[in-house]
Nanobody, 121 residues
C-alpha cells in the first residue's frame, strides 16, 4: 500500500509565502513524476507544477516565477515553495506521485488527501 501525506497549508496574506511538503511511504519500488494539483471551490482539479525523477519541472502559466517545485528522491518527498501568493491561489492542493510498486505491473498515480491554502486579500 502506498500513502501520500501532505503538510504546510494554511492561511496567509496576499504577497506572503507558504511551503507545502509531501512524503510518499509504503511499498514503493520507484517514483516517476511527482506533482502538485490545485482545486478551487466549484472548479476542476488542475496541474500547478510537476517534476520528473531527474528534476525536470513544468509549471502552470499562472504560477511561473512565483512557485518552485523540488524533490528528494532518497526521501521520496516533493515540496512546493509558493511565493507572492494572491487570492487566486486559494485552493485545496493535492500531492500526486506516479508509483511503481513491487506487486504492480505498471505505473499508477497515487494522491494525497489534500491541504487547504487560503490567501486573504
Amino acid at each position: 500500500q502506498v500513502q501520500l501525506v501532505e503538510s504546510g497549508g494554511g492561511l496567509v496574506q496576499a504577497g506572503g509565502s507558504l511551503r507545502l511538503s509531501c512524503t510518499v511511504s509504503g511499498s514503493v519500488s520507484r517514483i516517476n513524476d511527482m506533482g502538485w494539483y490545485g482545486q478551487a471551490p466549484g472548479k476542476q482539479r488542475k496541474l500547478v507544477a510537476r517534476i520528473s525523477h531527474d528534476g525536470g519541472a513544468d509549471y502552470a502559466e499562472t504560477v511561473k516565477g512565483r512557485f518552485t517545485i523540488s524533490r528528494d528522491n532518497a526521501k521520496n518527498t516533493v515540496d512546493l515553495q509558493m511565493d507572492s501568493l494572491n487570492s487566486e491561489d486559494t485552493a485545496v492542493y493535492y500531492c500526486m506521485a506516479d508509483v511503481l510498486t513491487p506487486a504492480s505491473i505498471g505505473w499508477r498515480a497515487y494522491w494525497g488527501q489534500g491541504t487547504q491554502v487560503t490567501v486573504s486579500s
